[in-house]
Nanobody, 117 residues
Framework: QVQLVESGGGLVQPGGSLRLSCAAS????????MGWYRQAPGKQRERVAF???????NYADSVKGRFTISRDNAKRTVYLQMNSLKPEDTAVYYC???????????WGQGTQVTVSS
């Protein structure tokens, strides 16, 4: 069955870095757009970044220049390198896989990122 398993979250001080990973199984990873979303308490889920099948990338304005998304199709894994973290980056981060041709849309269980001193 389809699985997206996130890891790498945790507590970090402002200005620090974290690297999130999302390991995928159960579908043809290379054919899917992979994305990271986040949801802070009391707020709607928002898209942070996505990477296409040709490794084209897109970022939310709030994270441009600080976050980098990448993918390794051989390892079926997508990464989110987060630098210069701010308290407002605190949220549960979710991995997403989407394929337009059949509108398949898969979600991971989420990993907590807390930025606090």
């Amino acid at each position: 069955q389809v699985q997206l398993v996130e890891s790498g979250g945790g507590l970090v001080q402002p200005g620090g870095s974290l690297r999130l990973s999302c390991a995928a199984s159960g579908f043809t990873f290379s054919m899917y757009v992979m994305g990271w979303y986040r949801q802070a308490p009391g707020k709607q889920r928002e898209r942070v970044a996505f990477i296409g099948t040709s490794s084209d990338t897109n970022y939310a304005d709030s994270v441009k220049g600080r976050f980098t998304i990448s993918r390794d199709n051989a390892k079926r894994t997508v990464y989110l390198q987060m630098n210069s973290l701010k308290p407002e980056d605190t949220a549960v981060y979710y991995c997403n896989a989407w394929r337009a041709v059949n509108n398949n849309n898969y979600w991971g269980q989420g990993t907590q990122v807390t930025v606090s001193s």
